[in-house]
């Protein structure tokens, strides 16, 4: 057990860390190419429903009948419908022209920039929080794919990795605008993907080693759930706001490729019952 939580740890740690890679993107760049974010979104997006259909709900349905892995797949989609509904992500607002409002130079004006910026730190608290909050299950599902295989954890963690990067910047963005303080935008978006790792520890000693594998097998249907949620009602509409819709379903077309060429030599290199 303690070498499963180990490398699943690890694991989440490239995806919580991710974000610290977003917040790259605004203090090296106080204007990030939102149409570049979207295009990454797509494609994680892509990388995302692969697993979710082509691997996690696949395996579910061969392995326990398509009436448990189906019951299963839609449980998680059930599961994180809630989470959303509660725990409503924020998305990336690109920041109005208030810098132009300060070349004005009149009181008035500075007084609406001081209110503007604290409403906007406020936001970036905000999302920080929904961000941690949303990040737990997806801890949760790199222990579980790590519990089933190497290969199964290691595409999880690449695709939620990738979908972190744009979460970074919807922290870091408003911070960094409100505080003018690089070092707060980035602190925050980094905490923020930490939440992962912890989602990690937590589910670790929840879940039993011994774990049944038909239940183990149900569970993985269930983060199929729980991603394809996550893509469809999450990154999708970012990334066409972002890049237009053209573009970011030909991203999500080349994510899709990519992970198929990736689960084909992951299996090659990897086995999917590789112990931990």
Known sequence: MDSQILVALGLSMLGGLS????????????????????????FAAGLMLSISFFD???????????LKGNLWFFAGVIFFALVSHFIPEPTLAP??????????????????????????????????????????????????????????????????????????????LPVYFATQSKWQAFKLATLSGLAEPLGVI???????SSLNPEILEGLLGAVGGVMAFLTLHEMLPLAFDYAGQKRAVKAVFFGMAFMSASLYFLARCLPEDMSL
């Open 202 to 208: 937590i589910v670790g000693y929840l879940f039993p």
């Open 95 to 172: 920041i109005s022209s208030a810098k132009g409002k300060k070349k004005d130079g009149d009181e008035r004006s500075k007084d609406m920039m001081k209110k503007h910026r604290r409403q906007v730190l406020f936001s970036g608290i905000i999302t920080a929080v929904g961000i941690s909050l949303h990040n737990f299950p997806e801890g949760m599902a790199v222990f579980l794919g790590s519990m089933k295989g190497l290969r199964v954890g290691l595409n999880l963690a690449l695709a939620i990795a990738l979908h972190n990067i744009p979460e970074g910047v919807a922290v870091a």
């Open 56 to 66: 996690l709900a696949h395996n579910a349905i061969n392995s326990i009948g398509f």
């Open 19 to 42: 974000t610290s890679v977003g917040a790259l993107f605004v203090v090296l760049s106080q204007t990030p190419n939102l149409k570049m974010l979207g295009l990454l979104q797509g």
